[in-house]
């Protein structure tokens, strides 16, 4: 299984709470991707980053920020939390070579 | 843009029968992958199998194997001797290549194996 763990697996947080969450990994994949899994939408991409401080907006962006300060970490940063956000989050890895994405473990967020 | 789409929200079948799950999507490229993921109740994601637009052979694994009709933009995975273990929610996904290789995903089919 490839090396990627999601901090925490499970968060309750009120409406108007700052939340982020962390993946990491010890693969040294370069891209790293953020998505939300919810009922009847399949997963959508948030944001994803192609190398260290190198990110892009995903399909779902809005009201999502995230950063990467080194190849190993990736943070995803609500800054004010909503009731919409309650979801699950997984973290994805990828590398040039085989096109697929590897995943973690996903994290539950509920909003209320 | 691409968009992926899975007509069959659940399905169920016997155990050891076989099952084909339906995806298709629309794009103007030429050049793409398309992966079939599961999602067992584990909620882990797992690469079924892969297919590269360039060919036509299509791809097998094991008991899985997938029917790419390119013209007709469809991307089906039959299941051969179904397992217990299969029940999972299945994601089709189509990915552009040169877009930092950004997934694009159905909405998923839940498949059910009955013993």
């Known amino acids: 299984d490839a090396g990627i763990t999601q901090s925490p697996r499970h968060k309750v947080t009120e409406t108007g709470t700052p939340v982020t969450l962390r993946c990491h990994q010890t693969e040294n994949h370069r891209y790293m991707y953020w998505y939300r899994q919810d009922p009847g939408h399949g997963l959508r991409l948030i944001h994803y980053s192609y190398g260290v401080k190198d990110t892009d907006k995903g399909e779902v962006s809005d009201g999502y920020s995230v950063s990467r300060s080194k190849t190993e970490d990736f943070l995803l940063t609500l800054e004010s939390a909503t009731s919409s956000q309650t979801s699950v989050y997984f973290c994805?890895?990828?590398?040039?070579?085989?096109?697929?994405?590897?995943f973690g473990p996903g994290t539950r967020l509920t909003v209320t | 843009a691409q968009t992926v789409t899975q007509s069959q929200p659940e399905m169920s079948v016997q155990e050891a029968e076989t099952v084909t799950l339906s995806c298709t999507y629309d794009t103007s490229e030429n050049n793409y992958y398309l992966f079939w993921y599961k999602q067992p109740p584990s909620r882990q994601m797992i690469l079924v199998i892969r297919q590269e637009a360039y060919k036509q052979q299509n791809a097998t694994e094991n008991r899985f194997s997938v029917n790419f009709q390119k013209a007709a933009k469809s991307f089906s995975l039959k299941i051969s001797d179904s397992q217990l273990g299969d029940t999972a929610m299945y994601f089709c996904?189509?990915?552009?290549?040169?877009?930092?290789?950004?997934?694009?995903w159905g909405a998923g089919t839940k498949l059910i194996i009955k013993p």
């Open positions: 996904a189509f990915m552009k290549v040169d877009s930092n290789y950004q997934l694009i």
């Open positions: 994805a890895i990828s590398e040039s070579v085989d096109y697929e994405q590897y």
